[in-house]
C-alpha cells in the first residue's frame, strides 16, 4: 500500500518554464519568458526596499493597499478585486471553486497550458476548441458548450500566438453563453494591445454576473519575481475566491512594490511604447528573413520555420542558444515548429535577426 493521488493529477503535463541558461563563457540574452527588458520602476524598487525593513511582520492579508491602488488607476471598486500570488493563483482558484469531477471547462486549442493543468487538477474535464488562423474562434467555443460547462478560459491577447479577438467578439462570445457558466478573461498582456477594437474586459465585468478580468504585474510592471496578480468579478465570485485562497498568499514586497508599479503611468507608457517598435521591427525584420511570424499585439512573436531538413524549429533553437539568445520552444501549445520570441533590448532584438539570417543561410548551403 502507497499514497496515490486522485484520479486525474497523473495525467496532467507537467509545465515547463522556458530555457534561462545560455552555455558557459557566452553572454545569455533571455527571451523565453516574456519578461519586459526593461525592468521594474524605480518607484516599485524603492517600495519593496520600504517594505524590506519590517521582514518579521506578516503582510496584510487583504492586500488593501495594493487593491487601493488598482482602484484608483482603473476606478473599481475594491470590494470587486482579490489579488494572488500571479494571475496562475487566481486561474486556480476559480477552478478549485466552480469544478468538480463531471464538470467541463473549454480553452482554445493553443491556450495558455496552466488552463489545462488546473481543470484536471480540479477532477474536472478540459475541452479544446480549435483555433481559426491561431485566432480564438467563438462558435467553435460556443459549439462545445454543454450543460457540464462551468468555466470558459479566454486569453486576450493569447500566449504563445500574440493575437486578440475584438471586442465586439467577446461580447458575442458571452451573450452565447449560459448564465451559469463563467467567462474568464485572462489579460496577462493587455497593457501592450494599441488597437482600438480591443477591450481588456473591465467593461463586460462590470455589467455582468458571469465574467471575471484576470491581470498579471509579471509582463508590463516588471515584477515576475514577486509573483502578483489581480482579479475584478462580481462581488458574489470575489467572496467565493477569497474564502478558499491562503490568507497571506501576498508578500509584504509584493502589496508594495505592486501598488507603486501600478502607479507609475509614466514608466508604463514608456515601456509599452518601447515594445510597439521593437515588436513592429522585429516583425519586419524576422519577415525579411523569409520566416513566417503570427501576427502580434503582445511583447512576443511566434516565428514559424521552413518544413525542410536543417532550417527547422529545433535547429534553430540550437544555432540560438550556442550563441546565447534563449527562445522558447512551443511544441507543448501545438507548434513544433516554431519559436517564441520576447521582445527584449535593442541589442538582443538585433543579435537574433543577424543570428537567424546566419542560420538560414547556412543550412541553404
Given amino acids: 500500500m502507497k499514497p496515490v493521488p486522485k484520479n486525474g493529477v497523473l495525467d496532467i503535463e507537467i509545465y515547463v518554464p522556458g530555457k534561462s541558461r545560455a552555455p558557459e563563457g557566452i553572454r545569455l540574452h533571455k527571451l523565453s519568458s516574456n519578461e519586459t527588458p526593461l525592468g521594474p520602476s524605480p518607484m516599485a524598487l524603492e517600495a519593496a526596499r520600504g517594505a524590506s525593513d519590517k521582514l518579521e511582520l506578516y503582510p496584510d492579508g487583504q492586500a488593501s493597499a495594493l487593491k487601493a491602488a488598482i482602484s484608483e488607476v482603473y476606478g473599481l471598486n475594491p470590494a470587486n478585486l482579490l489579488c494572488g500570488n500571479g494571475s496562475d493563483e487566481l ?46 474562434d467563438v462558435d467553435a467555443i460556443l459549439e462545445r458548450v454543454s450543460a457540464r460547462t462551468k468555466l470558459v478560459f479566454l486569453a486576450n491577447p493569447n500566449n504563445p500566438t500574440g493575437t486578440y479577438l475584438p471586442f465586439d467578439e467577446v461580447r458575442r462570445l458571452h451573450a452565447g453563453l449560459p448564465g451559469h457558466v463563467i467567462l474568464v478573461l485572462d489579460a496577462a498582456y493587455a497593457e501592450y494591445v494599441r488597437r482600438n477594437d480591443y477591450g481588456a474586459g473591465i467593461e463586460l465585468v462590470s455589467s455582468t454576473e458571469n465574467v471575471v478580468m484576470t ?33 497571506f498568499n501576498l508578500n509584504a514586497l509584493a502589496i508594495a512594490a505592486g501598488a507603486a508599479a501600478i502607479r507609475d503611468r509614466a514608466f508604463t507608457d514608456r515601456a509599452a511604447a518601447f515594445n510597439a517598435e521593437w515588436l513592429e521591427w522585429t516583425t519586419r525584420e524576422l519577415e525579411a528573413l523569409g520566416l513566417t511570424v503570427t501576427p502580434s499585439v503582445g511583447n512576443f512573436v511566434l516565428v514559424h520555420f521552413p518544413e525542410e531538413p536543417g532550417k527547422g524549429a529545433a535547429e534553430a533553437d540550437a544555432y540560438l542558444t550556442e550563441r546565447g539568445f534563449i527562445l522558447r520552444r512551443v511544441s507543448g501549445y501545438g507548434f513544433p515548429n516554431a519559436l517564441r520570441m520576447s521582445i527584449g533590448v535593442e541589442e538582443a532584438n538585433r543579435g537574433v535577426v543577424a543570428a537567424l539570417g546566419e542560420f538560414l543561410q547556412s543550412s541553404r548551403s
Avoid at 114 to 132: H, K, N
Wanted: glycine fraction near 10%.
Fill in 91 to 136: 486561474l486556480s482558484l476559480l477552478c478549485q471553486c466552480y469544478l468538480a469531477p463531471g464538470d467541463e471547462a473549454i480553452h482554445t486549442e493553443h491556450g495558455f497550458l496552466v488552463y489545462d493543468i488546473q481543470i484536471r487538477a480540479a477532477g474536472a474535464t478540459p475541452v479544446v476548441a480549435p483555433e481559426r488562423e491561431a485566432t480564438a
Fill in 215 to 247: 491581470r498579471t504585474f509579471s509582463k508590463i510592471y516588471g515584477l515576475a519575481g514577486l509573483r502578483i496578480g489581480w482579479l475584478y468579478g462580481p462581488e458574489e465570485i470575489v467572496q467565493a475566491l477569497d474564502r478558499v485562497r491562503g490568507p
